[in-house]
């Protein structure tokens, strides 16, 4: 089972720049595909971006430009680098795994059914 801590989150004015880390445990690192989410409460979680250990990644619309998912095997790590971040980027931020392969296949993206394993999520909020 994949364990998941994220860090980096906090209180940053609107134009600003965090980086968001997610530390995984527990299992093959490359047998995951990680990804970014975020929720803010009352509302559905949005995916913000994906990324596989080979470094295949994708971008949700609203994340597209301003913020960039990177990884560190070695480290077993991803990171989420957020830029020119506005107010509505406020949110819980979630760092989230999925099985890489099926029936020993890569696939890829995965579906938000197919994460598995979620960390305990980092508040970020973005003050005007």
């Known amino acids: 089972e994949v364990q998941l801590v994220e860090s980096g989150g906090g209180l940053v004015q609107a134009g600003g720049s965090l980086e968001l880390s997610c530390a995984a445990s527990?299992?093959?690192?490359?047998?995951?595909?990680m990804a970014w989410f975020r929720q803010v409460p009352g509302k559905e979680r949005e995916e913000i971006s994906i990324m596989s250990s080979h470094g295949i990644t994708y971008y949700a619309e609203s994340a597209k430009g301003r913020f960039s998912i990177s990884n560190d095997n070695a480290k077993s790590t991803v990171y989420l680098q957020m830029n020119s971040l506005k107010p509505e980027d406020t949110a819980i931020y979630y760092c989230?795994?999925?099985?890489?392969?099926?029936?020993?296949?890569?696939?890829?993206?995965?579906?938000?059914?197919?994460?598995?394993?979620w960390g305990q999520g980092t508040q970020v909020t973005v003050s005007s």
């Open positions: 527990g299992a093959t690192f490359g047998d995951y595909i």
């Open positions: 989230a795994a999925a099985p890489a392969y099926h029936d020993g296949a890569f696939y890829f993206p995965p579906t938000n059914d197919d994460f598995r394993f």
